[in-house]
């Protein structure tokens, strides 16, 4: 079992996460021990002017250094086993309902004009979106839901798509690495880090701006003569004063421009706080081999020029110098020497000139990474997957085999085969028998078949049709729209589009349950006739069973479906299992006397 091999790695993990620990706490104990032995070197050569017990203390200043960039490195090294610690586990949540509890829901994307979203589950609580997400970017999240909305598909598009995630699903090793190093962009950034990297595009993209021609003289000019200065005190050429006036004078204005040049190396700072992970990021796509267009598209915005993963670096270089100025002792000597913000800035800008242009493709390509990543989720998680077989043509077909929901649990879902080709079915059944589990089932594998995905059927055959639905209709108050009438609302949408003589599928649930029996019928056999075309595929669930007489309308071409109960012991059960036919029996006496609502 697929839940098996996660298990084993979560269990390696939890083991190097351990020995981690182990030693990032050793290294602690001996970069303390070291610090304490060279400062005592050094008191002790001061006081008494040993010159080779200053030479041992230097030797100590080294080992600690050297303590202190292992002790980074391992720290680093730790982040990153805690990260896949973290990828892991929602791996294995993914296998029962304990991925209902991840964060990442996609509310953002439900609004008053995504019917499809909300009906069939894709975005929101227990939502699709939240059981496949592993984006951490913002645009890798906006990529992933512009791709479960494909309302109009294109089979180019899709193939291309379907391409990409079967060849990264074969990649696993490769695809938990990119997900660690992206989860570590949101751990490093609890305040919801996606925030500034628009900022940071725009600044990226726009004009750079010369400096000011007697600032830029100020800061090279100064510094030189600062050392000069202090060179010609050291031999007693000059007074110090002219040193300390240099100084002085550069103070000054780096306290001028501080507000503006922290204004501009803000945008390093908050970009700096995940820079590795991007390096890393980058680098990790750079290396890698595709065959796929699509992931060698998304491959070349990286390798542009010199590389993602170099240019970060050098980026990564100019945000260490610039960091050094929130402490506050040593910016009022780098300040007073070098006019460091003056010289940061200056080094930023040039960076800019060279790589700004190129952001927006490098964050694009990690948001496509993410989001086609995102897709092959059930590839990891589900045996019974398959990629869809799209096909063109003008009537609308659809063919699937043993298809179940992607969000119920596999051990429990009910697989249904079910073929329909330029008709109408009609699907009857009791309550709870399973008819609207099926068409969201329907719905939402077509949704992840347009994607570019897997479905969670063992065979998927499907045109490209515009899908429409019909299920979980809302009344507005504000806008004094009933419930019937939202849903007349909504269906008047399907008939207008019907106009347009392109292929289309049609779900709808429960027809007109918001009115008597008598107008639902009327108005659902008229309804049924309008979206009974050669280029529409319709399924319609209904109580009413009058509606499967539609079977003997010659003019229309209508197929009964059912699904049904069975009782045993005095008890009601379900199979799930979608029959050819009408149905014949209902249970809602039975669950009313369930409920002690009914008497014998």
Known sequence: MKIEGFKNSLEETLNKEKLLEQKFNQISKFRMASFIVMSMLFLYAFFENKILVSLLGLIFLFVFLKSVYHHNLVNDERKYVNSKRTVLMNYISRFDNGWQVFKEKGNEYLNENSAQAIDLDLFGKSSLYQYICVAHTTRGKNILSEYLCNLNPEKSIIIKRQDAVKELSEKKDFLIHIQTLSNLLEV???????????????????????????????????????????????????????????????????????????????????????????????????????????????????????????????????????????????????????????????????????????????????????????????????????????????????????????????????????????????????NMSGKTTFLRSIGVNLMLAYAGGPVCAEYFETGCMKLFTSMRIQDDVSKEISTFYAEILRIKSMVLYSLERKPMIVLIDEIFKGTNSADRIIGAREIIRKLSQQWILSLVSTHDFELCDLEYDKLINVTNYHFSEYYLDDNIYFDYTMKDGRCVTTNAKYLLRMAGLLDD
């Open 188 to 430: 490093n950034n609890k305040d919801k880090q996606n925030n500034y990297i628009d900022t940071f595009i725009k600044y990226g993209e726009s004009q750079t701006l010369k400096p000011n021609m007697y600032i830029h003289l100020l800061t090279w000019v100064l510094p030189l003569l600062s050392f000069v200065f202090i060179g010609l005190a050291l031999v007693g050429k000059l007074n110090y004063l002219w040193a300390v006036i240099c100084s002085l004078i550069q103070l000054m204005l780096a306290f001028w421009g501080r507000d503006k040049n922290s204004q501009t190396l803000t945008l390093m700072f908050q970009f700096q706080k995940n820079i590795n992970a991007y390096k890393e990021l980058f680098k990790a796509l750079e290396n890698e081999k595709f065959q796929s267009e699509l992931l060698n598209e998304i491959q070349s915005y990286v390798l542009k020029n010199e590389g993602a993963s170099n240019s970060i670096n050098k980026l990564s270089v100019i945000g260490e110098f610039a960091n050094m100025r929130y402490n506050q002792m040593f910016y009022i000597v780098i300040a007073s020497l070098f006019m460091w913000d003056y010289q940061c800035v200056e080094l930023f800008e040039r960076w800019k000139s060279i790589y700004g242009n190129q952001i927006r493709n490098w964050i694009e390509s990690i948001g496509q990474i993410e989001a086609l990543i995102s897709l092959s989720v059930l590839c990891s998680v589900k045996e019974n997957y398959s990629f869809p077989t799209i096909t063109e043509g003008e009537i609308p077909e659809l063919k699937v085999k043993k298809a179940v929901h992607p969000l119920i649990e596999e051990k429990k879902a009910v697989a249904n085969d079910f073929e329909m080709n330029n008709e109408t079915c009609i699907i009857t059944g009791s």
